[in-house]
């Protein structure tokens, strides 16, 4: 069973609200007192960054298994905006799962899998055909 913290590695999927294939994200989280931080890195699928390996900075919390944090974008040049998550935590703490939000323009699902939980690839099909 895994710890009974989020901290570690995770690789993650979140869907657009619109015509574009879910997107991927790593996430690396440290919990400490149920504090959440950390980091994430994916490429950026928007001309004229597409391809571009873009960062944020993670902060939220979790309380028991909801758990809440905002994704901050890192510089000067789009996207240079936050999202905020907000999820539910299976019981094996294995997968979080949820909605995000950029307040007025666009929200869509998202799912994080611990390193060392099932596969992504078979994530991907199954979050994919539930759709946004």
Request: hydrophobic share 35%.
């Amino acid at each position: 069973m895994a710890e009974q913290n989020l901290t570690g590695v995770w690789q993650g999927l979140f869907t657009y609200p619109r015509y574009f294939r879910a997107g991927n994200f790593s996430a690396t989280l440290i919990e400490t007192a149920n504090h959440l931080s950390g980091s994430t890195s994916e490429l950026y699928p928007f001309a004229p960054r597409a391809g571009e390996t873009i960062l944020a900075m993670l902060s939220g919390h979790r309380s028991g298994t909801s758990v809440r944090f905002t994704k901050t974008y890192e510089g000067p040049d789009k996207p240079n905006h936050s999202v905020g998550y907000e999820g539910t935590l299976t019981d094996d703490f294995l997968e979080i799962e949820g909605r995000w939000i950029i307040p007025g323009v666009w929200a869509g699902r998202f799912l994080m899998i611990r390193s060392g939980g099932r596969a992504v690839e078979v994530a991907r099909e199954e979050f994919e055909r539930v759709g946004s």
